[in-house]
C-alpha cells in the first residue's frame, strides 16, 4: 500500500506570508498527485492534478510541483481565504484505490 | 451549473442499511467515472468505491467490500451507494465525486451518515 505523508501537520502563518506544504509518497508515482482544499463545514475543492496543473478556476498563487515520492504545494502569498486544511491524495495502480494524505491545516498565525 | 447533489443519509442503528443517491447535473454523466468518499468526523478523506462510465468496472475500499454497493443509472444521472451491515465507524459525511484523470474534481456537499443505536 502506498502511504501518503504530509507535513507540517499544522503551519501557522500570517497574510501575505508564503506557504509550503510537503507530500512525501512511500512508493514512486511518478507525477500522479493532487492536491484539495477544504474549508470547515464544505466539501473538499480540487486545486492542482498531475503534480503541478491548476484546476479550473484555481489562482495562480497556488502551485504545485514535484515528481516520483516527494511533492510540494506552495501559495505564493497567502490570502485570508486560503486558510483552511490541504489534503494530498494518489492513485494506486493495483489494487486499484485512491489514498489521500492526513492533511496539512495553514492557520493564521 | 456542474452540480452533484448527495441525498439519503440520516440515523441507522448497528446492522442496518441505507441507500445514498447522487444526483449529476449540468454534464454529460455517461461520459465519466464516478466515486464515493467519506470523511468521519474530525477525521481524513477516505475513498470508498469507483464505477467506470458503464457500470462494468468497480472497485472496493477494503473497509466496506462485501458491505457497500455502488451502482449507476445514465439515463437517470444518478449514482447510488447501497450500505448494508452498518457500523458505527461507518459514521461519516459520505461525498459523491466526479473522477477526472487520477483525481476528483466535482464533489457534491455531502449527506451525513450516522450509525448509532
Known amino acids: 500500500e502506498n502511504v501518503l505523508t504530509q507535513s507540517p501537520a499544522t503551519l501557522s502563518l500570517s497574510p501575505g506570508e508564503r506557504a509550503t506544504l510537503s507530500c512525501r509518497a512511500s512508493q514512486n508515482i511518478s507525477t500522479y498527485l493532487a492536491w484539495y482544499q477544504q474549508r470547515p463545514g464544505q466539501a473538499p475543492r480540487l486545486l492542482i492534478y498531475d503534480a503541478s496543473n491548476r484546476a479550473t478556476g484555481v489562482p495562480a498563487r497556488f502551485s504545485g510541483s514535484g515528481s516520483g515520492t516527494d511533492f510540494t504545494l506552495t501559495i505564493s502569498s497567502l490570502e485570508a481565504e486560503d486558510f483552511a486544511l490541504y489534503y494530498c491524495q494518489q492513485r494506486s495502480t493495483w489494487p486499484p484505490a485512491w489514498t489521500f494524505g492526513h492533511g496539512t491545516k495553514v492557520e493564521i498565525k | 451549473q456542474v452540480q452533484l447533489v448527495e441525498s439519503g443519509g440520516g440515523l441507522v442503528k448497528p446492522g442496518g442499511s441505507l441507500r445514498l443517491s447522487c444526483a449529476a447535473s449540468?454534464?454529460?454523466?455517461?461520459?465519466?467515472?464516478m466515486t464515493w468518499i467519506r470523511q468521519a468526523p474530525g477525521k481524513g478523506l477516505e475513498w470508498l468505491a469507483y464505477i467506470s462510465t458503464s457500470g462494468n468496472t468497480i472497485y472496493y475500499a477494503d473497509s466496506v467490500k462485501g458491505r457497500f454497493a455502488i451502482s449507476r443509472d445514465n439515463g437517470k444521472s444518478s449514482l447510488y451507494l447501497q450500505m448494508n451491515s452498518l457500523r458505527a465507524e461507518d459514521t461519516a459525511v459520505y461525498y459523491c465525486?466526479?473522477?477526472?484523470?487520477?483525481?476528483?474534481?466535482?464533489w457534491g456537499q455531502g449527506t451525513m451518515v450516522t450509525v448509532s443505536s
Open positions: 465525486t466526479r473522477n477526472f484523470r487520477l483525481a476528483f474534481d466535482i
Open positions: 449540468g454534464f454529460t454523466f455517461s461520459d465519466y467515472y
